[in-house]
């Protein structure tokens, strides 16, 4: 369900945030059964996301599992990579993975590595509707995954900062806004996706909205009170 709501969230921060936990929770879990569903979750990555945002997202976290010390991380490893031959067969990580899993000590994990090994070889490229669809995909996320610092496309949920100006001044001020609450952990937020229901994603969105507006809030203060010290640095200087 992680997966599939990351496919759709606009917002950058809050988009960033979740993958970047997704990484660093589930693919460098300490417990191999978060490993093993990280794994899960880039084979329903792969149907959903061209295979550029893919290779992009998943690819590589996932690929560096041929060295894990779980014989079934590894094995579920073997059976993806089997299955995304077309995504990734081109990456230099994975023909590594590869000729690491083929020379397996497991015997399950060298024989789903030289099946997928046999996969590649056989691979005589995608069919044109393949390519289409793909190429529907890309397109689609080009306009979606929105890059940093451009103006809020018309109907987004994201709000933009509200700017006003003094008759008196010539400076300008942010609109006052009510106090902010503390922002809610990651894990708690990423539990609501989790679960599928559409009532919790609409409160995770939220919560995910809540963090990002704080984490700005944040980084605007860090930066004044920087800016301060260096003010009276100069001053004591001169």
């Not at 306009?143 to 940093?148: A, G």
């Not at 919560?207 to 507006?213: D, E, I, R, T």
Request: a neutral charge; aromatic letters at 6%; one cysteine or more.
């Amino acid at each position: 369900a992680a997966v599939r709501v990351l496919r759709y969230i606009s917002a950058i921060r809050r988009r960033d945030g979740i993958h970047n936990h997704f990484i660093s929770e589930w693919a460098q879990g300490k417990v191999y059964w978060t490993r093993l569903a990280f794994l899960e979750g880039a084979d329903v990555a792969r149907t959903i996301f061209s295979r550029k945002l893919y290779n992009s997202l998943f690819a590589e976290s996932a690929l560096k599992m041929s060295g894990d010390c779980v014989s079934n991380v590894r094995l579920r490893l073997a059976n993806l990579m089997r299955s995304t031959v077309a995504e990734s067969k081109d990456l230099k990580l994975y023909s590594e993975a590869l000729a690491t899993l083929v020379k397996d000590s497991d015997p399950e994990v060298k024989e789903a590595a030289l099946a997928c090994e046999e996969a590649v070889a056989g691979f005589n490229g995608l069919s044109s509707e393949q390519v289409k669809e793909d190429k529907e995909k890309e397109e689609a996320e080009d306009k979606f995954f929105v890059l940093p610092n451009v103006q809020v496309a018309k109907g987004s949920s994201q709000k933009p900062v509200v700017l006003a100006t003094r008759t008196s001044s010539k400076k300008q001020f942010v609109k006052s806004q009510p106090p902010l609450k503390p922002p809610v952990p990651s894990d708690v937020v990423l539990s609501k996706f989790s679960s599928g229901d559409p009532e919790d994603m609409a409160e995770g969105n939220e919560l995910n909205s809540a963090n990002g507006v704080r984490a700005e809030k944040d980084e605007e203060e860090t930066l004044d009170k920087r800016k301060g010290v260096l003010r009276r640095a100069c001053c004591s200087v001169s």
